[in-house]
Each structure stands twice: as structure tokens, then as C-alpha cells.
């Protein structure tokens, strides 16, 4: 029995869910022989569908609500699943209102739009909060998290290779922080150059894999991807990798490293968004991970530690 899977904006997971059948259609073609395959689809009922996170460096961002659709669907929910009229809050484990939204129609085309935040709301960490929506003919959906505490950055070396031109940078990036101990912890590294307003310049790439953690044969930490600190036993994470950078015109100042310690449920969704995008036709079908009570999405939270280096 096929799988139901939710969408936000793109339709790409129907596409992928056909897999088992084509590939039952393929059998047929190669045994010579035509065969009618019956594949027995239940009935769906659509529920909410939401991605959101609370970020301390990015607090109040725009939420879209959308609605599930079954596998056989076509692929524009992101222009025909959008839910207008919910009722959204965040609350804090006192029940007191942190955050409201309310549904914004796009400036250039008003079919189209998403929830915007009516206050300023800075979620703290170690706090726990509460997302609760609801709209009507849907179930009310709800996703509680606490927010992950902050980690610092111990250190961080950045050492340019010798050759650069003027429109991009290069080198070798060392980062390392202490892994909380006695617990599970998630997380992801971002670096960005910054002009000497602060203002942030082009964009960074990994040139190469980073260095084996402490010579170990393990998953390496990728820039820009979640990880877990499973492998971490001597409380000490480092990352070591050649990077570079597009600069654009202005000159950089400063190199800046973010480092997220995120939720596992975010970590888990994160990474099951990763397998579902792989391009293996042989890839049984699956759903996203959620943490949405009686709907589809992730809510997730994001502490965030930043350090800045000279260049």
C-alpha cells in the first residue's frame, strides 16, 4: 500500500512516491509480456502541513500553511495547497502568547501569500514553546520543542592560501567547540565573509571533504548539513576543511562562523528531506519526518553562537 507525503512548496515527493510503480511497469516490459498492475489507494483525508522553526538569530520570520494531498496528486501544491484562513500561536510552557500570525496575500499576486508575525517575539534558550494551528475543516495540529542551549565557539583559524584572486578567497578552515556532555546533541556550521559594515559578501563553498575527526572512520561534517555528535566521546568537535569564496566587489573584513545547535526532531526532518532528494530510482518511497500532532511538517528551534575572525 503506497504511503501518503506531504507537501509545502514544491510537489517533488509525489514524483519520487511513483517509483514502486514504474518500476512494477518495467518488470512487466522486461519478461516480455503486458501485466495489469492494481494498486489500491485508501482514501485521504488532507490535514494541515506546516514548516516552521524558531531561530534566536532570526526570530520572526514568515510561516506558510499548506495542506496533505495524497501520492497520486499532481505536482502543484505549492500553487493550489495553500490554507488562508488558520489560527496560529506560539505559547510558552505557562500558556502565554509569545507569537500570533496573520495571513499576508503576496503584493504582486494576491492568490498567493503566507503568515506574517504580528509581534516581536526572541525565543530563549532552554525554554520550551507550544505551535498550535488551526483551520477550518482541518484537525487542529499542534509540535512542542525546547529550545537547545547555546554552545560557543572555542576557536576558530582561517589560514588563506596564497594565491586569491580579486573576486575570490580560499583556505583552510579550522573550527572547534565542546560538545555538551551527558546528552544528544545536533548540529550544523555556516561560515559567511562580512565587509567592514558587517554586511555579509557572496557566498562560501567546500572546495574539498574535511579532514577524518580525530582519525576516525565516520561521517564528516559538512558545511551547511546537520550532524550528530554520536561519534564525539572526547567532548571536543572540530572541524577542518579547505573552503572558498565567491567575495563579489567590496573587500572582506572578517570571516564570520555560525554555529546552529538545533533540535533533534529539526536534525531528523533535516536529514530525511536529504534522503528523499537522492537521485537513486532504486529508493523505496518514504515520508518526511514530522513532529506535527494530527498534521504533517516540522516546528523546530535553533540556537545560534557566533564567531568572527580578522582576515
Known sequence: MLQYVYALFLGKQVKNSLVGIWVLFLAGALAGCETVVEVEVPEHTPKLAVQYTLNTDDPNKNMFVGRSQPVLSNDELWRTGLVRDASITIKDIAGAVKQQFVFTP????AEFGNYTPTG????EPGQQYTLTISAPNFETVQSTLTMPAPVPVVSTTFQPDSKNGRFNL?????????DLPNQQDNYRLMVQLLD???????YAFSTEENDDIFGEEIEQIELYKVFDDGWANQGVITFSGKIGFYTGDNPPTQLEVVLQHVTRD?????????????????????NLYSNIQNGYGNFGGITVTKFRIRL
Open 170 to 178: 580560499s583556505g583552510m578552515l579550522r573550527i572547534q567547540f565542546n
Open 196 to 202: 567592514n559594515t558587517g554586511k555579509p559578501l557572496g
Open 106 to 109: 503576496n503584493e504582486y499576486n
Open 266 to 286: 529539526l536534525f531528523l526532518y533535516e536529514r530525511s528531506k536529504d534522503n528523499y532528494t537522492e537521485d537513486n530510482p532504486f529508493a523505496e518511497p518514504l
Open 120 to 123: 516581536w517575539f526572541v525565543p
